[in-house]
């Protein structure tokens, strides 16, 4: 299994909800990654996680927690959300300190804040 | 710090002509480089990458890359455009080691192919 799988595809949301985006891959990976792609833009990282811990936090706001509950599954919870939120959110998955292997993406979870 | 460069936003080809899409990249060690490739409304696919074997990588879909270390460049060809490749393309670099923040993607280039 060479994939990493995202739901929601897409994602509509008002500004007092609360949501969560998950991802979940089967390649043994234990490096995790949340990366947030507005339009017509290279991704941006946001959260890493190595061996199921926060390791990199890129200064995030706090309305966006992430959340790895098993070596396969990396959450992203969502509480109280701006328009400018809306983006493409991407989780990836690669090898731990090694960065021969590359990345794998999943499809992401187009979000739209209303 | 490590950064690459992406020269064009917006490429233009027609169908069976040859693309070519730049890479040059700055880092202070040797690196790893990678192109992706992304689709309409989908995530990144890794099209090849170099890890310091060859300096000629084939990936998929036809592409290939030459690593350039007096150049410090990593461009992506094709010789003949199909009308599916019509994408965004990240060149991204990473140093050897490590991950996450040390991963730099490009501005990435829109290529679009005229029929």
């Known amino acids: 299994d060479t994939e990493v799988t995202q739901t929601p595809k897409h994602l509509v949301m008002g500004m007092t909800n609360k949501k969560s985006l998950k991802c979940e891959q089967h390649m043994g990976h234990r490096a995790m990654y949340w990366y947030k792609q507005k339009a017509k833009k290279p991704p941006e990282l946001m959260f890493v996680?190595?061996?199921?811990?926060?390791?990199i936090n890129e200064s995030v706001p706090s309305r966006f927690s992430p959340e790895c509950p098993n070596s396969s599954l990396l959450n992203l919870h969502l509480h109280a959300l701006q328009p400018e939120d809306s983006a493409l959110y991407l989780c990836?998955?690669?090898?731990?300190?090694?960065?021969?292997?590359?990345?794998?993406f999943g499809s992401g979870t187009r979000l739209t804040v209303v | 710090a490590q950064s690459v460069t992406q020269l064009g936003s917006h490429v233009s080809v027609s169908e069976g002509a040859l693309v070519l899409l730049r890479c040059n990249y700055s880092s202070s060690v040797p690196p790893y480089l990678f192109w992706y490739v992304q689709y309409p409304n989908q995530g990144l696919q890794l099209l090849l990458k170099?890890?310091?074997?060859?300096?000629l990588v084939k990936g998929i879909n036809g592409f290939e890359a030459e690593f350039k270390k007096s150049e410090t460049s990593f461009h992506l060809t094709k010789p003949s455009a199909h009308m599916s490749d019509a994408a965004e393309y990240f060149c991204a670099v990473s140093d050897r080691g490590n991950y996450g923040q040390n991963f730099v993607f490009g501005p990435g280039t829109r290529l679009s192919v005229l029929p």
């Open positions: 996680y190595s061996y199921e811990k926060l390791s």
């Open positions: 170099y890890t310091s074997a060859a300096t």
């Open positions: 990836a998955s690669s090898q731990v300190g090694q960065a021969v292997g590359g990345y794998t």
